[in-house]
């Protein structure tokens, strides 16, 4: 079949859950609590119609059939995050017997349906206990993760050759630490900073726990939000502001875990506003030598930036917003659901990025997708008609063609997501799904995009 658009062979079709975010069972069977459900005990107020985690779409409970739709909608992959709380309920200490048969059995159910795992460690929920000895901030945490990191390749390391250590480690560290909309709602720029440089610090101790295991055609990687930054103009002011920005929401973890080394100008940036973290012994030498084998992409929207308009208010916290305004360009393409931006040439212009400052380092699209609200609006047929999808994943598919022309070791497309999920806050608000999720039954329906991705997964391409 001569298609327009074909990928490569063996191209990764699929799409990315997170443990929160899908399994319900939050109570359930042992597991511990994380700071999602304590969060939405203690304010659930703060969470869309008061909606929490305990249900979400019911996976833990229906990964089999789940797993039979995936299959269907020809996934050849599929990523999911294990829970750090159900598989170890205090965060560290003893495991959860439960809880290795459930992954045990969702991974051998995904290698029946040859369809391949794709394993992330840390998705946003890090367990309550661990977060009530500081979380991130604390090293002894790290080394909890990483304990818990290298179990997890113990157990499942030899069905699982894909591996991620986190999932837009930047998220967390701008959710709890700077804009109050994740749980510890601190904001506090320098231990945002601690936080992060921790983080790194998690993912080169996890990889070299990886490493010693030498698992056969095993990857280990992480899973960064690239949002490119692009200046309103070439005036100075804008382009110094766009690489501020760049430099700390995409290059702060883009660099020490693919080239092993922060950039100069963030630890400048850093240390003349006396945000510097506390650093040990060997520190950089860990973050040299444990670099990922491969990256996975989110992207949904780009960053537009332009030089400060006015000067912060010397009262208010410190903020990375004090060194840049966002900017809405005239004309741009949004969802208006979201308040997010369209714009399907971003996914071209970072892959064309890691080609050309990064070594082309092997990477794959690990989530991109449009939630839209009140989709029982566009019922017919009994079926959702989500052109709308289907249009926004035809034009980055078709951006990220090209790029692949062009020579960008891309080597997949995960969408977010299979089915409608819990969205933390904003919860069942925006709906992402190729399948829409009945609240009150839990009945799983295809939209119109289930069968065009079908048809896209079985070409291994579109016309």
Known sequence: MNLKYKFPENFWWGSAVSATQIEGASKEDGKGLNIWDY?????????????????????????????????????????????????????????????????????????????????????????????????????????????????????????????FTFNEPIVPVEGGYLYDFHYPNVVDFKRAVQVAYNTVIANAKAIKEFKKLNIKKGKIGIILNLTPSYPRSNNPADLKAANIADLFFNRSFLDPTVKGEYPKELIELIKSNNLLPIVFDGDKD???????????????????????????NPESPLLPDDFFDNYEMPGRKMNVYRGWEIY???????????????????????????????????????????????????????????????????????????????????????????????LKTQKRIFKKSAYWIKEVAKNNGFN
């Open 344 to 438: 399907e040439k971003g996914i071209y212009d970072i892959a064309i990025n890691l080609k050309e400052n990064y070594n082309n380092i092997e990477s794959y699209i690990s989530e991109n997708g449009m939630g839209v609200q009140n989709e029982e609006r566009f019922i017919k047929d009994g079926i959702i008609q989500d052109d709308y999808r289907i249009d926004f994943i035809r034009e980055h598919l078709i951006w990220l063609h090209k790029a692949i022309e062009e020579g960008c070791n891309v080597k997949g497309y995960h969408m977010w997501t299979f089915i409608d999920n819990w969205s933390w806050t904003n919860a069942y608000k925006n709906r992402y799904g190729f399948i829409q999720l009945d």
């Open 39 to 163: 969060w939405y005990e203690k304010e659930p107020y703060r969470f869309f119609e008061g909606i929490g985690p305990e249900i979400t779409s019911d996976f833990y409970h229906r990964y089999k059939e789940d797993i039979k739709l995936m299959k269907e909608i020809g996934h050849n992959s599929f990523r999911f995050s294990i829970s750090w709380s159900r598989l170890i309920p205090n965060g560290n200490g003893n495991l959860n017997e439960k809880a290795i048969d459930f992954y045990n059995d969702l991974i051998n159910e995904l290698l029946k349906n040859d369809i391949e795992p794709f394993i992330n460690l840390y998705h946003f929920d890090m367990p309550l206990e661990l977060q009530n000895k500081g979380g991130f901030e604390n090293r002894d945490v790290v080394d909890a993760y990483t304990e818990y990191a290298k179990t997890c390749f113990k157990l499942f390391g030899d069905r699982v050759k894909r591996w």
């Open 286 to 312: 860990l973050i040299k030598n444990n670099t990922v084998d491969f990256l996975g992409i989110n992207y949904y929207q780009p960053r537009r930036v332009k030089a400060k308009a006015c000067m912060p």
